[in-house]
């Protein structure tokens, strides 16, 4: 049966992140992904559409199964850039009004600003009949943590103030706390 989906990307100002040893920032790889993800749609018949946004919604493309469309979703990702802020709430509400019930909505996303209101409303969106899948980008640093000695972070979203910090004492913490809400997110979309 032909299918509809939705490529919904995060193009918030902590997607425009790449560490040293990375070779492309999250937002690049996702625009990757999603390419991929749409020409293989494309190829066997199915809609695709996709929606980006940041502190609000930038672009939307309804889903479509023209061959032509391909070049159109292949612009929208090739030329996202990143913004400030966050708010997915509203790019998901934008797609629940606007998506047919049964779609499949595919999020990339380094999920940062996932709070229990954005989870919950994931999983309205599948009480809704829509099928969900989320793709967490993470780069390796974020994980990690491997700065060494005094070092000055800088927020990627708007924050006023950089943080100087000594890494190593923070790291355990800082560590624990990511994988807290890691498994967070992924409780969250293993309910429903």
Known sequence: TNLRIYLIMDGSGSMDYA?????????????????TFAYLFLRQGDAV????????????????TRSS????LFYLFD?????????????????????????????????????????????????RKFDVALFHIMDQAELDLPFEG???FEGMEGEEQALLVDPDD????????MREHIEQIRAACERG
């Open 150 to 152: 005094l070092t000055q």
């Open 79 to 127: 030329h996202l850039q990143s913004g400030r802020g966050t708010h997915m709430e509203e790019a998901l509400r934008t797609i629940a009004e606007r998506a047919r019930p049964r779609s499949l909505l595919m999020i990339f996303s380094d999920m940062l600003d996932a709070n229990e209101e954005i989870l919950k409303f994931i999983n309205v969106l599948r009480s």
């Open 49 to 64: 559409g996709a929606l980006s946004f940041d502190d609000r919604v930038r672009q939307y493309l309804p889903a479509s």
């Open 19 to 35: 560490s040293e040893d990375a070779p492309l920032t999250k937002l690049r790889y996702c625009s990757f992904l999603a390419a």
């Open 170 to 177: 923070l790291r355990d913490r800082y560590k624990a706390l």
């Open 69 to 72: 469309h391909l070049e159109d």
